[in-house]
């Protein structure tokens, strides 16, 4: 934002029209690199809303009628809108640029050359709402197909098919019909407490996980049980989570996860771990089941998860979305690190042509 206010006064407008506000946006994305969805409010003009140059984040826009005229809307996630009463438009296109007037008008315009599109795919792993719609796929449906993707790769000998909510929910949904397992709440959720795994400090994270999940001892003693979790970041709430099966009287529990292991860290507004705290950078598969205390352990591969999202395979020379959590390949050059990128990487291949 800052970076945007100087260039719209470097333009010299003492009242810029749309034209001057997209020429700041084009200047924005000139010498910004990396994530960003904006959304701002210029007193007495409008408001204005843009999006990184390969939307790694993202970013839709809806309207609705008033009865004398139309009312649009910018957001992170359709379900905003949904709320509201706006219907969904679209995603804003990446690298494009949305101004709303003060008489209500809307203007859009591309501000960069074309790019291709890479969404960050974690945002349908985990971040966004289930009943949210991003790049056009539902992000429920998107889970329950990593689900069943998951099924496929890495079925378990076991009784019943247990989630972790909330966001692992759908993904053991589609675990449960692919396996023919019967589903059950195993475990109880606090809808009270946040999310675990952005709380600053471990103490924190582990008292959450305490007061965000209890057992549902009556249908777990005894029985052989999958868990299904949506991610592993440091692995510290699935080693609560199976201990806390094993003391309902679990006779066996196994875990699962739908997407495939975080190596690497992300830079594009995430605050996710140093490399050195993420579990599956440091540990092998066997050492990271032992960290847990499951009987089994398993991830969906990377292939799998494009599956799940409707392609054939991850192409690794064209990938479609934005993976460096699971690959290493971060989408822009990432300046900010020691050493020179890696010639794998998108970033460095797209400057040297």
Excluded: W
């Amino acid at each position: 934002l800052n970076v945007f206010a100087h260039e719209l006064q470097t333009l010299g407008k003492l009242n810029p029209c749309a034209d001057d506000i997209f020429k700041a946006v084009e200047a924005v994305h000139k010498r910004c690199r990396g994530g960003y969805a904006v959304v701002g409010l210029l007193v007495n003009y409008g408001v204005l809303g843009f999006r990184d140059p390969h939307g790694i984040r993202p970013l839709v826009i809806g309207c609705r009628d008033t009865g004398g005229g139309k009312e649009y809307m910018i957001a992170s996630e359709s379900v905003a809108l949904d709320v509201l009463g706006f219907t969904l438009l679209g995603d804003v296109e990446p690298g494009e640029a949305i101004f709303i007037d003060q008489q209500g008008q809307l203007h859009r315009r591309q501000c960069v050359k074309a790019k291709k599109l890479l969404p960050c795919i974690f945002e349908h792993v985990y971040f966004a709402r289930p009943d949210s719609i991003i790049d056009g796929r539902s992000v429920y449906d998107v889970r329950k197909a990593m689900g069943r993707q998951l099924a496929l790769e890495a079925p378990a000998d076991v009784d019943m098919v247990v989630p972790i909510p909330d966001s692992g929910v759908p993904a053991a949904i589609g675990y449960a019909q692919e396996s023919g397992l019967p589903f059950e709440y195993g475990i109880i959720r606090n809808h009270y407490v946040g999310r675990t795994f952005i709380e600053p400090e471990q103490q924190i994270r582990q008292l959450g996980v305490k007061l965000k999940h209890s057992a549902n001892q009556l249908q777990v003693k005894g029985k052989r049980i999958v868990l299904i979790d949506d991610s592993v970041v440091r692995g510290t709430t699935s080693v609560k989570i199976v201990q806390m099966m094993r003391e309902a009287g679990a006779k066996e529990v196994h875990m699962r996860i739908s997407s495939p292991p975080i190596t690497h860290p992300d830079f594009y507004g995430i605050d996710t771990p140093n490399q050195d705290k993420l579990l599956a950078a440091n540990r092998t598969l066997e050492e990271m089941r032992d960290f847990m205390g499951a009987d089994s352990l398993a991830f969906i591969s990377v292939d799998g998860i494009y599956r799940a999202m409707g392609f054939d395979g991850r192409d690794d020379d064209n990938p479609q979305f934005t993976d460096h959590c699971f690959t290493g390949e971060y989408p822009t050059r990432l300046r900010d690190r020691e050493g020179p990128p890696q010639q794998k990487q998108l970033s460095f291949l797209a400057e040297v042509g």
